[in-house]
C-alpha cells in the first residue's frame, strides 16, 4: 500500500504531495519538548538544507515547464493571454490583462528569472540567497492576480524557511 493508492485523484496533482512534504519537514523546525517561542536550539541544518532543496525544486521545475512546454512562454508573450484565460481570474486580472505589451513581456522574463536563475543560488552563500529569496518570494506572491494563491504560499514558504 503507498501514499499514491490512498490518495487516489487526490495525489494526481504536483502541489499535493508538495504540501505534504512542506508539512512534514515544518513539524520539524521547532523543538518539541521546548515551549518557548524562542527554544534554545537552532533549527537543525538537515532540515533548512531539506527546504532549500524544496524551494529549488518546486521553482526550477515550474520554469523549465514552461521553457520546455509551450512557444508563448519561449518568445516572451505568454502574459499576453494568461490574465484573460487563466480558470480562477483574481480581482485585478482584467486591469493586467490590458497592461502595455511591453511591461507583459517583462513580466515573462520576470518569471524566468525567478524561476530558473534564481532557485541557482539556493545553495550559495547567505547574500545571494537573501537576494533570491527575495525574488522568489516577490514573484510567487501574485495572489491579486488569481485565486489559486495557495500554490504561490506553497511555493512561500519554504523559500522563507529555507533561504533567510
Excluded at 517561542?37 to 529549488?56: G, S, Y
Excluded at 518568445?75 to 487563466?86: I, K, R, S, V
Excluded at 505589451?101 to 545553495?123: D, M, S, T
Aim: hydrophobic content about 50%; charged content about 15%.
Amino acid at each position: 500500500m503507498s501514499f499514491v493508492h490512498v490518495g487516489q485523484d487526490w495525489y494526481g496533482y504536483g502541489w499535493e504531495i508538495q504540501l505534504l512534504e512542506t508539512g512534514f519537514l515544518a513539524i520539524f523546525l521547532c523543538p518539541l519538548l521546548d515551549m518557548r517561542p524562542f527554544p534554545k536550539r537552532a533549527t537543525p541544518i538537515q532540515i533548512i538544507v531539506l527546504f532549500r532543496w524544496l524551494t529549488f525544486r518546486i521553482m526550477f521545475g515550474a520554469g523549465m515547464i514552461k521553457i520546455r512546454g509551450d512557444e508563448v512562454w519561449r518568445n516572451g508573450t505568454a502574459l499576453y493571454y494568461h490574465f484573460e484565460t487563466q480558470p480562477l481570474a483574481g480581482p485585478l486580472s482584467r486591469w493586467f490583462h490590458f497592461l502595455p505589451r511591453a511591461v507583459l513581456k517583462v513580466g515573462v522574463w520576470y518569471n524566468f528569472l525567478a524561476e530558473l536563475i534564481a532557485p541557482l543560488f539556493v545553495f550559495g552563500p547567505r547574500i545571494a540567497r537573501h537576494i533570491a529569496g527575495i525574488v522568489i518570494v516577490f514573484f510567487a506572491d501574485h495572489s491579486f492576480t488569481q485565486r489559486k494563491s495557495f500554490i504561490s504560499k506553497l511555493a512561500d514558504y519554504p523559500s522563507c524557511t529555507g533561504m533567510f
